[in-house]
Every structure is written in C-alpha cells, then in structure tokens.
T-cell receptor, first 114, second 113 residues
Framework: GNSVTQMEGPVTLSEEAFLTINCTYT??????LFWYVQYPGEGLQLLLK?????DKGSNKGFEATYRKETTSFHLEKGSVQVSDSAVYFC?????????????FGTGTQLKVEL | DAGVTQSPTHLIKTRGQQVTLRCSPK?????VSWYQQALGQGPQFIFQ???????QRGNFPDRFSGHQFPNYSSELNVNALLLGDSALYLC????????????FGSGTRLTVV
C-alpha cells in the first residue's frame, strides 16, 4: 500500500539556520506529493506541492523537489524563523488505487529558537 | 470568506457513548473528507462524501459513520466509543474535480474517558 516516512522530531534549530526535513514515500505509480504545516491549535495548511517527477514546489521560502529515483520529497528552507515553529507533514495522493485520499507521514515537529 | 468550520472544538465523552461531530465546508466546496489524527501521529483518512453519498472509505470500523446534507455540510458519527477513539478529528473540503485544493478545518478534539 501507499505510505510516507518522515524523519522523527523534534528538530530544534537556531533562527537563521538551514532546515531539512526528510520524506520518502512508497506508492504505486507516480503520486502527487505535498507538505502541510500545522501550527498549535490549528488545522493543516498546504505549504507546497509537486505533481510530477522533478517538479519543485515552493512557498514562503520553503522548497521541495519531487525525486522519482529516490522516492523522496525533502523539505528545505535556507533560513528559518521563530515563526516557522510548527509540525510539518509530508503527504501523498496516489493516482492509482488511492482514490482521492491523502496519505500522511507521522509529522516532524520543528522548534526554532532565538 | 469563511474556511472550513468544525464544531464543537472540544468534547469529552465516556466509553460506550455515541458522538456526532459537524463540519461546514468552505464556500463553494462540495466534497468533504474526514480524518482522524491521534496524538503524535499523522491524519488517517476515514471517509469522503460527495453528492450526499460515501464515495471512499479508509480502514475504520462500522462504528464510524457519516452523512452529508444537501448544503454540503457533513457529520461524523462514532458509536460505542473506545478510549482509542480519543483524537483530533479533521474535516477537509474541496471542489470536486480540483484534485489539490483541500482546505482543512481546525478540528474537533475528542477525549474518551
């Protein structure tokens, strides 16, 4: 079946540090890939997406590239801010056999300190 | 423009009881999905409704049921509550046919004691 594996957290960084959160997936065919962010007490917000191999999704300084050869979609940001502290979820939507549901990883908590 | 609205925000129930959670989709959205997010875990798909019918279902027992109304709002019902049903329940809506335009609500925190 379809699955998403994320690096475990929490990840603690100093402000302006470089961020990488690893995400790998298993799916039939070529799924669409997403990063969602969840701030405390809130629902999920779409951060970025990529719908085919080699696509790069980007938003608010965050980037992730759809790597078919390594089945990965790692999230990166060059300089994190305290306001980036949240839980980040990698997710996929399979084109075959998954219908319209999203399959999520377990989430990675990011803490950014001054 | 209001996003997805869920009610209540929190509730506490006793084992064996039944609960109903409610969701109003974002304006213009007609497909509603429900997810269960246990503490420290990612959301798990429960089911999806479109045109007042359940269109897809995840690996959840029959104790979990739902309904969609003509105005596209939806309810999630859970019978015979177990301690393990304690979780954040998220509703997501989208326009049918727009594959990536999911909007999530802030969720209902259910605690079963």
């Amino acid at each position: 079946g379809n699955s998403v594996t994320q690096m475990e957290g929490p990840v603690t960084l100093s402000e302006e540090a470089f961020l990488t959160i690893n995400c790998t997936y298993t799916a039939t065919g070529y799924p669409s890939l997403f990063w969602y962010v969840q701030y405390p007490g809130e629902g999920l917000q779409l951060l970025l997406k990529a719908t085919k191999a080699d696509d790069k999704g980007s938003n608010k300084g965050f980037e992730a590239t759809y790597r078919k050869e390594t089945t990965s979609f790692h999230l990166e940001k060059g300089s994190v801010q305290v306001s980036d502290s949240a839980v980040y979820f990698c997710a996929l939507k399979a084109l075959r056999g998954g219908g319209n549901k999203l399959t999520f990883g377990t989430g990675t908590q990011l803490k950014v300190e001054l | 423009d209001a996003g997805v609205t869920q009610s209540p925000t929190h509730l506490i129930k006793t084992r064996g009881q039944q609960v109903t959670l409610r969701c109003s989709p974002k304006s213009g959205h007609d497909t509603v999905s429900w997810y269960q997010q246990a503490l420290g875990q990612g959301p798990q798909f429960i089911f999806q409704y479109y045109e007042e019918e359940e269109r897809q279902r995840g690996n959840f027992p029959d104790r979990f049921s739902g309904h969609q109304f003509p105005n596209y709002s939806s309810e999630l019902n859970v019978n015979a509550l177990l301690l393990g049903d304690s979780a954040l329940y998220l509703c997501a809506s989208r326009v049918t046919g727009e594959e990536y335009g999911y909007t999530f609500g802030s969720g209902t925190r259910l605690t079963v004691v």
